[in-house]
Structure formats: C-alpha cells, structure tokens
C-alpha cells in the first residue's frame, strides 16, 4: 500500500524560506510522476511544482522561486520553498502516480506571514 507523508509545514514571514519533505511508504523508482499541490479553502488544489522521468516544471507563480527535489534512495520528495509570499500560503499535498494509480497525502500547512 502507497502512502505519503508530508511534512515542514509551518509559520513562516514574508521572505523567509522552508522546506516541505514527503516521504513514501514505496520505492519511488515506481512513480511515473510526484509533486507538489497546493489549496487555498475555497479553491481547487493546484500544481505547485511536479517531476516527470527527472523533468521538472512549476507553476508561473512559484518559478524561480520553488524548487522539487527527490532523493531516491530515502524514498522521499522534497519542495524547497524561497522568498515565501502570503499568497503561498495553504494546505500543501504530496502527489505521486505509479500504473494510473494516483495517491495523495494528507497535506501540511504552510502560513506566510506579512
């Protein structure tokens, strides 16, 4: 059974910097794809930042600034997040698909302060 745990939520000010880890129950080597969804209460989740085959792409509003990572042999992802806004703030979900499959995590909240 796939799960995904993410965690490095927090509390953070304008500017600031944090990292977001998801660790998976699974050997990651079996995803065809993992990233990073975000949802503001009111909102649909959004792609944040994803990882096909070792390619990478971001949302417009995070690029240059966010940045998705994984570290195979620990089975884990990772959304390293600079110059934090408050317009980034909300309920972060890890996302993985292996075989048409799709699993989610619980998420992990991340404030930005003003």
């Known amino acids: 059974q796939v799960q995904l745990v993410e965690s490095g939520g927090g509390l953070v000010q304008a500017g600031g910097s944090l990292r977001l880890s998801c660790a998976a129950s699974?050997?990651?080597?079996?995803?065809?794809?993992m990233g990073w969804y975000l949802q503001v209460p009111g909102k649909e989740r959004e792609l944040v930042a994803g990882?096909?085959?070792?390619?990478?792409n971001y949302a417009d509003s995070v690029k240059g600034r966010f940045t998705i990572s994984t570290e195979n042999a620990k089975n884990m992802a990772y959304l390293q997040m600079n110059s934090v806004k408050p317009e980034d703030t909300g309920m972060y979900y890890c996302?993985?698909?292996?075989?048409?499959?799709?699993?989610w995590g619980h998420g992990t909240q991340v404030t930005v302060s003003a």
């Open positions: 699974v050997n990651i080597d079996s995803f065809y794809a």
């Open positions: 996302y993985a698909v292996r075989a048409n499959f799709e699993f």
């Open positions: 990882i096909i085959s070792g390619s990478t």
